[in-house]
């Protein structure tokens, strides 16, 4: 199928590895010209030479820490610069600390809200001009844990749910000229999911990591974690013609585990 998007210039927050990764790839490969961020130079580096190997679109790696709203303004206008616009927005970020709420401080609330709500809210009033002058698009990659909490996710589940309530608001008010989705991931096999299963082990919750994969699995009717990529198409879908008149929708991609 093809999406329509060749030639088309994307923007992805968070995108050096993951699932922001993930999907720059798949717009990648329908041919637009893909911008990732990043906080690590080793990281954008190999996730450039992976995004030139996935398309021909043009590749624009940018060292910036998306906490920090001039980073992102000073990301979006090299964006801008580069490709000449914008058609569309990918916003993703890694995930808070895992823990219990007892064992949470007003410095993790604070950091947690800036990571995943205030960083959505800077690339989407710095990037709105653009997508509105190309007719285009934003997706939120949020988490299963806004539909169902997780434990010792606390953060997580709290902080996230803000995002969803933001989607729902500007699918309205960007509308028509800008279509705003979100996509709701269950466990997929990035570093993140490697973290939270190597930070329970540590804890004593499981005995290994093994054990720890197992679980997180076990819900899953496929029986098994999501590949990155399979996010990261639906990604590109949604940004595309193809999914024109979707707005506002918050697609699971989960394998059936979330019970909603």
Do not use: K
């Amino acid at each position: 199928m093809d999406l329509g998007i060749e030639g088309n210039v994307a923007l992805c927050t968070a995108a050096s590895s993951g699932l922001g990764l993930a999907s720059a790839e798949a717009l990648a490969e329908e041919g637009a010209h893909v911008a990732v961020c990043g906080r690590t130079e080793a990281r954008l580096g190999a996730a450039g030479e992976r995004l030139r190997e996935a398309g021909d679109g043009g590749v624009l790696t940018v060292e910036a820490d998306i906490t920090d709203p001039a980073h992102i303004s000073a990301f979006v206008s090299e964006t801008v610069d580069e490709f000449g616009g914008l058609d569309h927005v990918v916003t993703s970020a890694g995930g808070p600390p895992s823990g219990p709420f007892l064992g949470t401080d007003d410095q993790d609330w604070y950091s947690a809200y800036d990571l995943l709500v205030m960083s959505v809210v800077w690339t989407l009033r710095e990037t709105h001009p653009h997508l509105r002058a190309s007719g285009g698009s934003a997706v939120a990659i949020t988490s299963r844990t806004v539909r169902s909490a997780a434990d010792n996710l606390v953060l997580s589940n709290a902080v996230r749910r803000a995002v969803e309530g933001l989607v729902q608001t500007l699918s309205r008010e960007f509308a028509p000229a800008v279509r705003v989705n979100s996509v709701v991931p269950g466990a997929h096999e990035t570093a993140r999911i490697e973290n939270l299963i190597e930070a329970a082990v540590e804890r004593g919750d499981v005995p290994d990591y093994e054990t720890g994969y197992e679980e997180w699995a076990a819900d899953n009717p496929l029986e098994r974690i999501g590949e990155p990529r399979e996010l990261g198409d639906v990604v590109a879908f949604l940004a595309s013609e193809r999914a024109s008149n979707v707005n506002g929708a918050a697609v699971p991609v989960d394998g059936g585990s979330t019970r909603r």
